[in-house]
């Protein structure tokens, strides 16, 4: 018998837009409050401890907004168990930060903020799930990776950089909901020459080299169907993409099974998490495209939620007995 444990997530900012390191938080909420957890999700208007005085009003201004409006809430794109407490505050100060038995830090500058946190908070994890170089110095954020807190990696390669840093991390894959996505349409029934592929705007996701590769495989395929889907606005994609902007789960799942293939360019992924969604596969080839499909849907379905959970249970547990 697993005892119930008071738990705080400290998110990097508000839930609005899908996130695929905010999702991964928000289905640990999900399964550890239906096993009884009181579970509590932070999210701060203002990140940095060292917010410039400038910049306050603004964030100020954009805080008492969205606790107004409570568009910190990912309602659009993901749904939350109502027994999730979610909190909007103005900043990670500690006064602001509930109680708990376990607070769990999800970015480097909320680990930042856990390190100062007094013991009543609760014991601290932190949760690394990429190298946050888009936000942040790699040097500040390795720098956070030796903070005195429990790691937690979702990725070996992340693991192996924290062992060279000389500190101890626990690996914990995460989980895939299969009742959110799986086979709808046979592989062997899908338009051969149609691929789907992520739109996003940071660099290392590889966008510039995905569109780079399709172009040169139009020429060989003029048949080609293109299809992405992201957040951002997508104005300067190609005549002959189609782009799906912000997508609900039930368009996501449908693109997934209409095309035969997802392509990944991305240049580092924490997990990968489209990539997982759908499994990579090839277009010349037909009966090496389904075969590989397949072999990705069987090898893909080791990873369970109930899984993650149960050893993020058995983590958060060990440092209390």
Request: charged fraction near 25%; include cysteine.
């Amino acid at each position: 018998m697993i005892d119930n444990m008071n738990i705080t997530f400290i998110l990097p900012g508000p839930g609005k837009h899908p996130v695929g390191g905010f999702k991964v938080v928000y289905e640990y909420a999900n399964h550890l409050a239906d096993r009884g957890h009181i579970v509590t999700i932070v999210h701060p208007a203002m990140l940095e401890i060292d917010t410039p005085w400038r910049d306050r009003p603004k964030k100020w201004a954009r805080y008492l907004q969205r606790r107004f409006d409570k568009s910190y809430f990912p309602s659009e794109w993901f749904h939350l168990d109502s027994r999730v407490q979610m909190r909007w505050v103005p900043s990670l100060l500690e006064q602001n930060i509930p109680d708990a038995d376990v607070v769990i830090a999800t970015a480097w500058q909320t680990a930042d903020w856990i390190a100062r946190y007094s013991k009543k908070k609760g014991r601290k994890y932190y949760l690394i799930q990429d190298i946050e170089d888009w936000s942040g110095s790699k040097e500040h954020i390795l720098a956070s990776w030796q903070l005195p807190l429990h790691k937690i990696v979702i990725s070996k390669w992340l693991g192996d950089i924290v062992d060279q840093l000389g500190e101890m991390s626990t690996y914990i894959p995460n989980g895939l909901d299969f009742s959110a996505f799986g086979v709808d349409n046979a592989f062997d029934k899908r338009t051969p020459h149609s691929v789907l592929m992520l739109y996003h705007h940071l660099e290392r996701k590889g966008i510039g080299d995905g569109l780079v590769a399709l172009e040169i495989a139009r020429q060989h395929y003029p048949d080609l169907e293109v299809v992405l889907f992201g957040v951002p606005a997508g104005k300067r994609l190609p005549k002959w993409v189609t782009y799906y902007r912000t997508p609900s789960q039930k368009c996501l799942r449908g693109l997934y099974n209409n095309t035969a293939i997802f392509l990944a360019p991305s240049r580092a992924e924490g997990w990968g998490l489209t990539a997982s969604e759908a499994m990579m596969v090839l277009l010349s080839d037909f009966d090496m495209r389904v075969n590989i499909a397949r072999n990705g849907h069987r090898f893909i379905q080791r990873f369970t939620w109930d899984k993650a959970v149960d050893a993020l249970e058995a983590t958060l547990l060990e440092e209390s007995e």
